[in-house]
């Protein structure tokens, strides 16, 4: 008699157990096992939530090596589904299989998953075949990247959605932020502000350091700089080697005392430049009858002997005109505040719309819906990046509904809500480039390989080398020679529904159509695993620490910028900010993006349950190690810094786009 030692890992996720009847059959290169079903002293508790339940398969012979098993569920009366991490089935030579699985079973069909160790070219047909029905396309808005379709949270296959705690967690967060933040009586104010310090009395709900170093320092021009580099949008400067046709601005504006020249600083690499371009001519929103005013602006930033890098111009119309003067620093006070002012809420709507709705939501979707739709589970590419789409499809789903749908918070109370968004997403889109997507050469494109102080780059230049290692070990694994790459058809399936969907088929912005060598596979499996993790976090995480305090990042504003220089005062700033219930809004909905999750998943955290194979075992834990070298290094750094960037550290960082 061959016993075999059969066992079932059942998930955790919210009503994964099933009280129904399982099934199994063991299916061997010598035979087959009778199917049996699993059953022990604790009977219908086997398959509850999170347990692991172990069984004994006897053959009368050995059945040899375990190619399959087929796994078949009976309801008793009505049914429920079951959602099945892992089996593992030890041989009586000694042997240890191991089937990942990770999905609902739903049905009483008989479920065929192969060995985890198969090679990328043995797929399971039904498997897909099913995948292809329950992972639709869909085109959310003419112009930008497809969506998953889904008319009902319902409608998302159970196996992408949030967990008890997650769903609980959310739900309240988001009907609590308000409270939590002690605003709940200036949610529909539509009173302004009439003193700074009343906005100070507001803001004594959730704080963080951060939160308060910003309010203390809001109106800095070395913090405004700062912002640029390490804030939550430092995708955008970059080295200014010639002054745009369209921002004249002269030796004698920026610097009067002679002491440099913007030819001299241009050519020794100090110039920088931020243009908001696509921001020119969106339809800003109107909020509670009021028309709002988004700019569109040009800045010149200065590095400094002292290594700090100070705005020294502000055009805030892309066309010169007597009526769009250029702002300076030796301006009135609060000209030039409202110039920043007006800058800082441009950059509060391009960041929101561009570099984390598209840059880092909607392609953190395309890459999953790809993923789902088309690489069987034993594949090594699902294997590496089924953790990175964890909770992102229900998230981006909730996000087209309560966010920027036609009654959505962002389009309730952001200047480019509604209209303005769309017209900025696509737009946007026309910038996404390969390139821009790869921090190596986004960084070099931009000319910012030796700015000081920008920890986004150095932390994120570690971040991605350290992936790529990872993802260059695991498929240099499975992936001998460039044929296998191009033999495999799951791969280019995978690549070309991201290129058809996710970049609309536009040849221009570099993206792949298909692959041809190993490396170019490692490269964009890097960028994946980099745009669902880390970017993500660097543009999200810091978002109350940065929004919190409202007048460093206004969502809106409700008086046009000043047409000549020496009108503004205390009290035209104050009326210019967006309104009490404005503000409040705004500082609930950047409370509930910025707040970690309680079942949060570390960057690198939980893949051995996908890696069962020895050398890919081995870059897990090469990869993991490498992780936790960084995140030691980044908090000694942190010490010596007046403000820490921690976004990229690695402990910081989910795993995937979960919020």
Request: glycine share 6%; net charge negative; aromatic share 10%.
């Amino acid at each position: 008699m061959a016993d075999y030692e059969v066992t079932v890992y059942t998930g955790k996720l919210r009503f994964a157990g099933t009280l129904d009847m399982v099934f199994i059959k063991l299916v061997g290169n010598d035979g087959e096992s009778k199917r049996k079903r699993l059953a022990s002293l604790v009977g219908d508790l086997s398959f509850t939530n999170g347990a692991v339940s172990t069984f004994t398969v006897s053959c009368p012979v050995s059945i040899g090596k375990l190619e399959l098993i087929e796994l078949e569920k009976k309801s008793r009366l009505t049914g429920d589904n079951w959602f099945l991490d892992k089996v593992e089935v030890k041989s009586p030579e000694g042997d240890t299989y191991n089937f990942p699985i990770y999905c609902w079973i739903t049905d009483s069909k008989v479920h065929r998953f192969r060995e985890g160790e198969d090679t990328p070219e043995k797929v399971s047909l039904h498997e897909l075949k099913q995948r292809e029905k329950d992972y639709c396309w869909r085109k959310h808005i003419e112009g930008i990247p497809h969506c998953m379709e889904a008319e009902k949270l319902s409608d998302l296959p159970l196996e992408v959605q949030f967990s008890i705690i997650k769903n609980a967690e959310f739900i309240y967060t988001a009907f609590t932020g308000l409270a939590e933040l002690k605003l709940t009586g200036f949610a529909n104010s539509k009173e302004n502000w009439t003193c700074i310090d009343d906005i100070k009395r507001v803001f004594t709900g959730k704080r963080t350091d951060l939160s308060d170093y910003v309010q203390e320092h809001w109106n800095e021009d070395a913090f405004f700089g700062y912002q640029f580099l390490n804030g939550v949008n430092p995708i955008l400067i970059r080295r200014c080697s010639a002054l745009p046709d369209n921002f004249p601005v002269t030796d004698d504006m920026v610097f009067p005392s002679g002491q440099f020249s913007l030819a001299d600083e241009m050519e020794k690499g100090n110039i920088f430049l931020c243009d908001y371009k696509p921001l020119d001519g969106v339809k800003a929103n109107i909020i509670d009858e009021k028309q709002q005013y988004l700019m569109a602006p040009l800045i010149l930033l200065h590095k400094t002997p002292d290594d700090k890098l100070m705005p020294v111009a502000i055009q805030l119309k892309q066309t010169p005109a007597e009526d769009n003067p250029i702002f300076l620093p030796t301006d009135s006070e609060y000209d030039w505040l409202t110039a920043k002012i007006f800058v800082r809420s441009a950059d509060f709507n391009e960041h929101q719309v561009n570099a984390h709705l598209l840059r880092t939501h909607l392609l953190a979707e395309v890459f999953a819906v790809s993923l789902l739709r088309n690489v069987p589970r034993t594949h090594p590419l699902y294997k590496l990046l089924v953790p990175h789409t964890r909770y992102t499809l229900q998230i981006n789903f909730l996000a087209r509904a309560r966010l920027i749908s036609e009654t959505g918070s962002f389009t309730q109370f952001a200047a480019s809500g509604g209209e303005g968004m769309v017209t900025l997403l696509k737009r946007s889109l026309s910038s996404v480039t390969y390139t821009s997507l790869c921090i190596p050469e986004d960084i070099t494109e931009r000319g910012l390989e030796d700015v000081p102080n920008f920890y986004y780059r150095d932390d994120g230049l570690k971040l991605w080398d350290i992936i790529h290692r990872f993802v260059q070990g695991v498929l240099g694994f499975y992936y001998k020679n460039n044929d296998a790459v191009k033999e495999d058809d799951d791969l280019q399936k995978w690549i070309g529904d991201i290129f058809e969907h996710g970049f609309l088929s536009q040849e221009g912005t570099g993206i792949p159509q298909s692959f041809t060598t190993v490396k170019e596979l490692v490269k964009f499996v890097t960028m994946v695993i980099f745009t669902c993790s880390a970017q993500h976090s660097a543009v999200n995480a810091g978002q109350y620490d940065y929004g919190g305090w409202m007048p460093n990042t206004p969502i809106a504003l409700q008086l046009p910028p000043p047409k000549t220089k020496g009108t503004t005062s205390e009290a035209t700033m104050l009326q210019t900010l967006p309104d009490m219930g404005t503000t409040a809004n705004g500082m609930a909905v950047m409370w509930l993006l910025s707040k970690p999750s309680f079942d949060f998943v570390a960057l690198g955290k939980s893949l051995e349950k996908h890696h069962s194979e020895e050398i890919p075992s081995y870059y897990v834990k090469a990869f993991q190690g490498e992780l936790q070298t960084l995140s030691a290094h980044i908090k000694i750094r942190n010490k010596s810094l007046k403000i820490p960037y921690t976004y990229l550290d690695p402990e910081n960082i989910e795993n995937s786009v979960a919020i």
